[in-house]
């Protein structure tokens, strides 16, 4: 699938990056030629850059004027939480590679997946944990989560998903609106999530960054932050910006105006993105040249240009999303993942051959015209297709039974003769979703190698009477539902009549 | 005004018994396993035997007439339709599409809104809830334009207010019941069944901005329906006192205070709860509660009161400071304090099939699994008085039955036939049309050709 090749593109521009960068960080050098730090994917701060003769020619740039010189801002600050080497023995394992193992053994060692499979053994000293007649998943992954941007309580104070203000605000990210205190973060985690990726609203034709996060309590959002996840830029299609522009008297105002609006911005995005890979080039040339005015707007865009950030871009209808890939087709970039996607059935081949997955509801539908055509059995559909399928939530509730969601998708498909195997379905919120992020070579599945992000079930996660008994991230216990020393509590609870309310 | 009310309601009546389905057939449906909810109780192998549109015996050992047509449900589970106990369902067809929308009076009216006016046996949705095992459904109209409470990030909330202040009555309107069976032209079985009102946040937003205020004016406005129904000669003179209300609204309040009519209250805090059981308990009216997700910290209180609950069993979210104390342990909380619990959906006319699952939902936390199933079934039947003619397989009511793949609760089982009233009803929907239009195919022509 296109997902493999779009991840070694990934990977190449992030090397492309880092080199460039690294360029970049030997001419930011401060007046007593200290470097100011260096290069920087998030997880990596501190790197020291060498100080070559370049420097000697180098501008000194105020700090914050060259968008990859330095530290990364708001690196994530994660650290997981403690671990022991456990084995999960003798469960019924859904591996999310298209593997059932009917009963098998998950060794978890150091926040890895150390082994697993049929005869695996427990190693000695392991913590045991009876999975007999239990089942064992990836943890689950929403892709489409609000999550701390639209909190509970839903107040007004708290209503920090769309910055409604201006059609292209790609310049705000969703973490700055993140409340960490959102008690729908231990909400989903007991029903199984442990990544979510946090986006903005749909009202803007682009709504700014998003953010991945690893699901854990915290005081902050950079210590939930994903480390290495690349960002995500959030764009809307239809009915959304054109209905909260056309109501102020502006643009866009209709579906054409939605898309002069996008080509415009990528016209920008395109231009901001020559000028710095010009100044870089003659720098790296050791030639002076003076940087560019920094713009975040187009940090973000030209970012997704440079195949750094993906693209998640909110989409019902099919005619809309075929006008989607034409558009990145003229702009050179790559959309990742279709949200919503109510009518995806309708080109289920043509984005299974573009490579873009697609995130989709079982069967929420009909709310609006462009989900008017939304049906149950859109999931599967797309698998036979062998399309990326993601079951979403785009809701606090639905999110805490998205492994239901599948069950019902599947239940669809089986009806209209397109049966999904479990061992299939399970994709839908684990690997799929990772690899709609570009996290899919840190988790999403069971393998070897892969973060320890793991959900013991109490039976088939695809019934209806099933719960996540117990939740790993990192091979850490982040929830127990039989141990309330593991059942985290937002501050905003405590004290309140929900206070010991069992998840 | 009553005589008037009255013709109508017998007008409609007339035209309801018209539109019933006339089915000259024996039916059975054997060798299914057979969740009653009636005094058959559950039966592991058993044939539901239908005559006439009514069902005639339920049973392990039913004889089964040589001319019956036989339904073969071996290795299936068969159980009552599922009644829907407060939905837009047949009154709203695409939530953002105010055209389609007939749920709400919006400023004009109050307690006389009249939900049944609307009701369109041909909404789209009509089948996609019948594919999902729903054979009835109780009509609740709504305050303002509410629906969606899930679906934030489409700008909609942020940029345009719910409601204005101040405005119209507490009273959303009255209440009926449809029919979901295919080809009636007449989907209301029964209108007037119910009067729906708001308190909480969302009736004192309506009532000027505090809970005392909506209480207070709840009150005046039932004296004044008391006291127009004894002056209402002197009311048609211009002899009787001023009234807020208009005469329309007055009128439809008058079965309410004489509590012949429920009053649907949909309220959310313990508090909230309270003062209203207490009221309506001075006022000596009849009392439904929807919502009430702290209702678990009153359930004594409530269950002493024989008031039941409509809940939506998903709701563990502190989603507004009126619902701090949500919890998924509800429904088995109040069940386990006696009070009768009938389970919904969101109300999201989308989200029809949600009903049954979160029935599912509440077994895994503490509702026992026949509560569960009647909470889908005779519970809300019993609720909204209907229970003479739905809500359970048992001789002489209505042959509202559906035939599943396995357990009803289960979000991998869904109907392979459903029958309304003993008329078999076509298994498709405008989503299953769609479906099967853009099924993998190779053509070289365009799917609008299949």
């Given at each position: 699938m296109m997902h493999t090749s779009q991840l070694v593109r990934l990977t190449l521009s992030a090397a492309a990056a880092a080199l460039l960068s690294a360029c970049v960080s030997v001419v930011s050098v401060t007046p007593s030629s200290k470097p100011v730090a260096s290069v920087a994917p998030a997880n990596k701060p501190g790197v020291k850059a060498k100080v070559t003769d370049a420097a000697k020619v180098a501008v000194v740039l105020p700090k914050g004027s060259d968008p990859k010189a330095g530290p990364a801002p708001f690196a994530s600050t994660y650290k997981p939480l403690p671990s022991q080497l456990t084995a999960l023995v003798g469960g019924h394992i859904l591996t999310?590679?298209?593997?059932?193992?009917?009963?098998?053994?998950?060794?978890?060692?150091?926040?890895?997946i150390v082994a697993i499979g049929k005869d695996v053994q427990a190693p000695a000293g392991a913590k045991i944990v009876d999975a007999k007649g239990k089942w064992i998943t990836p943890g689950i992954i929403d892709i489409h989560s609000h999550l701390g941007v639209y909190p509970s309580p839903g107040v007004g104070a708290h209503s920090d998903g769309n910055e409604g203000t201006e059609p292209n605000t790609a310049h705000v990210w969703a973490e700055h609106s993140v409340w960490p205190q959102d008690p729908g973060f231990n909400r989903a985690r007991a029903g199984g999530v442990t990544t979510l990726q946090i986006l903005p609203g749909s009202a803007n034709l682009f709504g700014g960054r998003s953010v991945a996060l690893k699901n854990v309590p915290s005081i902050t959002t950079d210590g939930m932050k994903f480390p290495g996840a690349p960002y995500g830029l959030k764009m809307a299609c239809g009915e959304n910006p054109k209905r909260v522009y056309g109501r102020k008297g502006r643009s866009p105002a209709t579906r054409m105006g939605n898309v002069a609006g996008y080509r415009s911005a990528w016209i920008q995005a395109a231009s901001y993105k020559r000028k710095w890979d010009d100044y870089r080039t003659k720098i790296a040339k050791g030639e002076k040249a003076d940087p560019p005015e920094r713009s975040l707007n187009l940090d973000t865009l030209s970012g997704v240009l440079a195949g750094e950030i993906s693209l998640q871009n909110h989409c019902y209808r099919a005619d809309e999303m075929a006008t989607m890939i034409a558009i990145s087709r003229e702009f050179g970039f790559k959309i990742s993942t279709f949200h919503h996607s109510s009518e995806a059935y309708k080109v289920a081949d043509l984005l299974a051959k573009e490579g873009i997955c697609y995130a989709t509801w079982a069967d929420w539908a009909g709310f609006k015209m462009e989900a008017y055509d939304g049906i149950a059995e859109n999931a599967a559909i797309g698998q036979k297709a062998g399309a990326c399928v993601i079951i979403h939530s785009d809701d606090q509730i639905m999110t805490q039974r998205l492994n239901q969601e599948v069950g019902i998708a599947m239940a669809a498909g089986a009806r209209m003769g397109l049966p999904v195997s479990r061992a299939d379905a399970i994709a839908w919120i684990t690997l799929n979703p990772a690899k709609g992020m570009g996290i899919d070579d840190k988790t999403g599945s069971l393998v070897s190698g892969k973060n320890a992000d793991v959900v013991l079930w109490s039976g088939d996660p695809f019934s209806v009477y099933s719960m996540a008994e117990t939740v790993f991230i990192d091979g850490a216990v982040v929830f127990d539902r039989k141990d309330p020393r593991y059942q985290p509590k937002s501050d905003f609870e405590l004290g309140q009549p929900g206070e010991g309310v069992h998840p | 005004m009553i005589r008037k009310t009255s013709l109508i309601a017998a007008a409609s009546a007339l035209s309801l018994l018209s539109a019933l389905p006339v089915v000259a057939q024996t039916i059975a449906i054997v060798g299914g396993r057979i969740l009653s909810q009636g005094p058959a109780g559950d039966i592991a192998s058993g044939t539901v035997l239908i005559k006439d549109g009514k069902i005639v015996a339920v049973g392990a050992k039913v004889t089964v007439p040589a001319?019956?047509?036989?339904?073969?449900?071996?290795?299936?589970?068969?159980?009552?339709?599922?009644?829907?106990?407060?939905?837009?369902?047949?009154?709203?067809?695409?939530e953002q599409i105010d055209d389609t929308r007939d749920d709400s009076a919006g400023q004009r009216m109050g307690a006389a809104f009249d939900v049944q006016y609307g009701v369109n046996p041909n909404s789209a949705l009509t089948p996609l809830a019948r594919l999902g095992g729903v054979t009835r459904a109780v009509v609740t109209p709504v305050l303002g334009r509410g629906g969606s409470d899930g679906h934030k990030d489409d700008g909609a909330d942020d940029f345009s207010g719910s409601f204005e202040d101040g405005e119209a009555s507490l009273f959303a309107g009255q209440v009926a019941t449809a029919t979901l069976a295919a080809g009636v032209t007449e989907a209301v079985v029964k209108a007037k069944i119910g009067m729906a009102l708001d308190l909480g946040e969302a009736g004192a937003a309506y009532a000027g901005g505090s809970r005392g205020a909506a209480i207070v004016l709840l009150k005046s406005a039932l004296e004044d329906a008391r006291h127009y129904a004894r002056n209402r000669a002197a009311f048609d003179m211009g002899g009787s006192r001023p009234y807020p209300y208009s005469r329309d609204d007055l009128e439809a309040l008058i079965p309410v205070v004489e509590g012949r009519m429920p009053l649907l209250v949909r309220v959310h805090r313990a508090s909230d709860i309270t003062q209203i059981l207490k009221f309506a308990a001075d006022q000596k009216l009849k009392l439904i509660l929807e919502g009430a997700e702290e209702g678990w910290m009153?359930?004594?209180?409530?269950a002493k009161a024989g008031v039941p609950v409509l809940i939506d069993a998903q709701t563990n979210l502190p989603g507004s400071f009126e619902t701090l104390g949500s919890t998924l342990q509800n429904a088995g909380?109040?069940?386990?304090?006696?009070?009768?619990?009938?389970?919904?959906?969101?109300?999201?006319?989308?989200?029809?099939?949600?009903?049954?699952?979160?029935?599912?939902?509440?077994?895994?936390?503490?509702?026992?699994?026949?509560?569960?199933?009647?909470?889908?079934?005779?519970?809300?039947?019993?609720?909204?008085?209907?229970?003479?003619?739905?809500?359970?397989?048992?001789?002489?009511?209505?042959?509202?039955?559906?035939?599943?793949?396995?357990?009803?609760?289960?979000?991998?089982?869904?109907?392979?036939?459903?029958?309304?009233?003993?008329?078999?009803?076509?298994?498709?929907?405008?989503?299953?049309?769609l479906a099967n239009r853009y099924r993998p195919v190779k053509s070289d022509y365009p799917p609008a050709y299949r």
């Amino acid at each position: 699938m296109m997902h493999t090749s779009q991840l070694v593109r990934l990977t190449l521009s992030a090397a492309a990056a880092a080199l460039l960068s690294a360029c970049v960080s030997v001419v930011s050098v401060t007046p007593s030629s200290k470097p100011v730090a260096s290069v920087a994917p998030a997880n990596k701060p501190g790197v020291k850059a060498k100080v070559t003769d370049a420097a000697k020619v180098a501008v000194v740039l105020p700090k914050g004027s060259d968008p990859k010189a330095g530290p990364a801002p708001f690196a994530s600050t994660y650290k997981p939480l403690p671990s022991q080497l456990t084995a999960l023995v003798g469960g019924h394992i859904l591996t999310a590679t298209g593997e059932e193992i009917e009963t098998g053994t998950v060794v978890m060692d150091g926040g890895k997946i150390v082994a697993i499979g049929k005869d695996v053994q427990a190693p000695a000293g392991a913590k045991i944990v009876d999975a007999k007649g239990k089942w064992i998943t990836p943890g689950i992954i929403d892709i489409h989560s609000h999550l701390g941007v639209y909190p509970s309580p839903g107040v007004g104070a708290h209503s920090d998903g769309n910055e409604g203000t201006e059609p292209n605000t790609a310049h705000v990210w969703a973490e700055h609106s993140v409340w960490p205190q959102d008690p729908g973060f231990n909400r989903a985690r007991a029903g199984g999530v442990t990544t979510l990726q946090i986006l903005p609203g749909s009202a803007n034709l682009f709504g700014g960054r998003s953010v991945a996060l690893k699901n854990v309590p915290s005081i902050t959002t950079d210590g939930m932050k994903f480390p290495g996840a690349p960002y995500g830029l959030k764009m809307a299609c239809g009915e959304n910006p054109k209905r909260v522009y056309g109501r102020k008297g502006r643009s866009p105002a209709t579906r054409m105006g939605n898309v002069a609006g996008y080509r415009s911005a990528w016209i920008q995005a395109a231009s901001y993105k020559r000028k710095w890979d010009d100044y870089r080039t003659k720098i790296a040339k050791g030639e002076k040249a003076d940087p560019p005015e920094r713009s975040l707007n187009l940090d973000t865009l030209s970012g997704v240009l440079a195949g750094e950030i993906s693209l998640q871009n909110h989409c019902y209808r099919a005619d809309e999303m075929a006008t989607m890939i034409a558009i990145s087709r003229e702009f050179g970039f790559k959309i990742s993942t279709f949200h919503h996607s109510s009518e995806a059935y309708k080109v289920a081949d043509l984005l299974a051959k573009e490579g873009i997955c697609y995130a989709t509801w079982a069967d929420w539908a009909g709310f609006k015209m462009e989900a008017y055509d939304g049906i149950a059995e859109n999931a599967a559909i797309g698998q036979k297709a062998g399309a990326c399928v993601i079951i979403h939530s785009d809701d606090q509730i639905m999110t805490q039974r998205l492994n239901q969601e599948v069950g019902i998708a599947m239940a669809a498909g089986a009806r209209m003769g397109l049966p999904v195997s479990r061992a299939d379905a399970i994709a839908w919120i684990t690997l799929n979703p990772a690899k709609g992020m570009g996290i899919d070579d840190k988790t999403g599945s069971l393998v070897s190698g892969k973060n320890a992000d793991v959900v013991l079930w109490s039976g088939d996660p695809f019934s209806v009477y099933s719960m996540a008994e117990t939740v790993f991230i990192d091979g850490a216990v982040v929830f127990d539902r039989k141990d309330p020393r593991y059942q985290p509590k937002s501050d905003f609870e405590l004290g309140q009549p929900g206070e010991g309310v069992h998840p | 005004m009553i005589r008037k009310t009255s013709l109508i309601a017998a007008a409609s009546a007339l035209s309801l018994l018209s539109a019933l389905p006339v089915v000259a057939q024996t039916i059975a449906i054997v060798g299914g396993r057979i969740l009653s909810q009636g005094p058959a109780g559950d039966i592991a192998s058993g044939t539901v035997l239908i005559k006439d549109g009514k069902i005639v015996a339920v049973g392990a050992k039913v004889t089964v007439p040589a001319d019956a047509l036989i339904v073969d449900a071996s290795g299936k589970t068969v159980s009552p339709g599922l009644v829907l106990p407060s939905t837009s369902l047949t009154v709203a067809e695409v939530e953002q599409i105010d055209d389609t929308r007939d749920d709400s009076a919006g400023q004009r009216m109050g307690a006389a809104f009249d939900v049944q006016y609307g009701v369109n046996p041909n909404s789209a949705l009509t089948p996609l809830a019948r594919l999902g095992g729903v054979t009835r459904a109780v009509v609740t109209p709504v305050l303002g334009r509410g629906g969606s409470d899930g679906h934030k990030d489409d700008g909609a909330d942020d940029f345009s207010g719910s409601f204005e202040d101040g405005e119209a009555s507490l009273f959303a309107g009255q209440v009926a019941t449809a029919t979901l069976a295919a080809g009636v032209t007449e989907a209301v079985v029964k209108a007037k069944i119910g009067m729906a009102l708001d308190l909480g946040e969302a009736g004192a937003a309506y009532a000027g901005g505090s809970r005392g205020a909506a209480i207070v004016l709840l009150k005046s406005a039932l004296e004044d329906a008391r006291h127009y129904a004894r002056n209402r000669a002197a009311f048609d003179m211009g002899g009787s006192r001023p009234y807020p209300y208009s005469r329309d609204d007055l009128e439809a309040l008058i079965p309410v205070v004489e509590g012949r009519m429920p009053l649907l209250v949909r309220v959310h805090r313990a508090s909230d709860i309270t003062q209203i059981l207490k009221f309506a308990a001075d006022q000596k009216l009849k009392l439904i509660l929807e919502g009430a997700e702290e209702g678990w910290m009153v359930a004594d209180a409530i269950a002493k009161a024989g008031v039941p609950v409509l809940i939506d069993a998903q709701t563990n979210l502190p989603g507004s400071f009126e619902t701090l104390g949500s919890t998924l342990q509800n429904a088995g909380r109040l069940n386990a304090a006696g009070v009768t619990v009938a389970v919904m959906g969101s109300r999201d006319y989308n989200n029809l099939r949600q009903g049954r699952f979160n029935a599912g939902l509440a077994v895994s936390y503490g509702l026992p699994y026949s509560a569960a199933m009647a909470s889908v079934t005779i519970n809300p039947a019993k609720i909204w008085g209907l229970a003479d003619r739905i809500g359970s397989l048992e001789p002489g009511k209505d042959a509202d039955v559906v035939i599943w793949t396995g357990d009803p609760l289960e979000v991998t089982t869904y109907a392979t036939s459903v029958f309304i009233q003993g008329k078999e009803q076509p298994m498709t929907s405008r989503s299953l049309e769609l479906a099967n239009r853009y099924r993998p195919v190779k053509s070289d022509y365009p799917p609008a050709y299949r």
